[in-house]
T-cell receptor
Framework: DSGVTQTPKHLITATGQRVTLRCSPR?????VYWYQQSLDQGLQFLIQ???????AKGNILERFSAQQFPDLHSELNLSSLELGDSALYFC???????????????FGPGTRLTVT | EDQVTQSPEALRLQEGESSSLNCSYT??????LFWYRQDPGKGPEFLFT???AGEEKEKERLKATLTKKESFLHITAPKPEDSATYLC?????????????FGAGTRLAVHP
């Protein structure tokens, strides 16, 4: 158990809908990262937050957005869903922002999103 | 372009048959080479971080090593429970944040 929690575990929804995925980082970790993993692609970095502020964006679509709250939990919002958005969505957290111990990212169990 | 390449894509071993997985990287200003294990449908599990060439780390039947261009994950006398996808990632500090660039992974199957 990494200490990172994600809810829900599974989500089935229809095209055009909007969903929210939730992540709680490990105790004491300030950085939260979101990744997408589909069958034909590896782990794709989406976005990072550090202590409530957005710090970096990766391959995140404009239909997707995220935020990190004062209690450090984070939510990933996916809207106007398409069939191609079906994937595993992982949240990871780390203590540090850069370099040295605390740089390791610990992953949650993921949310499996199925868009029908 | 920063890139991490893993080989082979898939590896089938008999129980007890030792082997190595390769991770080659071209990451400017590498700040750590990370190994993860991922079971189907689950989140990647952190295994090791290597920071400098020549460094080695061990955990049970796994040993990770790092050179200036690649990292190896050696599996000694594997057991069926070692079957998983092994991911490596290069870490770099870019634009004010620590970024991981993941390889596509090596799917390891260990048969009794």
């Amino acid at each position: 158990d990494s200490g990172v929690t994600q809810t829900p575990k599974h989500l089935i929804t229809a095209t055009g809908q909007r969903v929210t995925l939730r992540c709680s980082p490990r105790s004491g970790d300030l950085s939260v990262y979101w990744y997408q993993q589909s069958l034909d692609q590896g782990l794709q970095f989406l976005i990072q937050y550090y202590n409530g502020e957005e710090r970096a964006k990766g391959n995140i679509l404009e239909r997707f957005s995220a935020q990190q709250f004062p209690d450090l939990h984070s939510e990933l919002n996916l809207s106007s869903l398409e069939l191609g958005d079906s994937a595993l969505y992982f949240c990871a957290s780390s203590a540090g922002l850069a370099g040295g111990p605390g740089y390791e990212q610990y992953f949650g169990p993921g949310t499996r999103l199925t868009v029908t | 372009e920063d890139q991490v390449t893993q080989s082979p894509e898939a590896l089938r071993l008999q129980e007890g048959e030792s082997s190595s997985l390769n991770c080659s990287y071209t990451v400017s200003g590498l700040r750590g080479l990370f190994w993860y294990r991922q079971d189907p449908g689950k989140g990647p599990e952190f295994l090791f971080t290597l920071y400098s060439a020549g460094e080695e780390k061990e955990k049970e039947r796994l040993k990770a090593t790092l050179t200036k261009k690649e990292s190896f994950l050696h599996i000694t006398a594997p057991k069926p429970e070692d079957s998983a996808t092994y991911l490596c990632a290069g870490g770099l500090f870019s634009g004010g944040y620590n970024k991981l660039i993941f390889g596509a992974g090596t799917r390891l199957a260990v048969h009794p």
